[in-house]
Nanobody, 116 residues
């Protein structure tokens, strides 16, 4: 089993930056991918960014060029650096861990609010 602890988030003005971190513990060798999803009120949860064990990266179209996901080595943490934030980035952000075999684990979520 794998557990995750999220950190970061908060309130930032439009155009500002925030970083989110997700630290995993447990059977780390079973992790295939880690990433961040977000869910705004009244909307479905969507993938923001994901990185795999072999460093393949996927971004939501709206995140390309503004957000960067990275991981440490040896791997237990991913970091999402969010720059040029927009009000439409406001959402609850959730860390997701995908294990080999497809099992997923979610963090409890952290709020990101972009507002002046």
């Amino acid at each position: 089993q794998v557990q995750v602890v999220e950190s970061g988030g908060g309130l930032v003005q439009p155009g500002g930056s925030l970083g989110l971190s997700c630290a995993a513990s447990g059977r780390l060798f079973t992790i295939y991918a880690m990433g961040w999803h977000r869910q705004a009120p009244g909307k479905e949860r969507e993938l923001v960014a994901q990185i795999t064990r072999d460093d393949r990266v996927t971004y939501h179209d709206s995140a390309k060029g503004r957000f960067t996901i990275s991981k440490n080595n040896p791997w237990n943490t991913v970091h999402l650096q969010m720059n040029s934030l927009k009000p439409e980035d406001t959402a609850a952000y959730y860390c997701q861990v995908v294990l080999f075999g497809g099992t997923t684990t979610w963090g409890q979520g952290t709020q990101v609010t972009v507002s002046s």
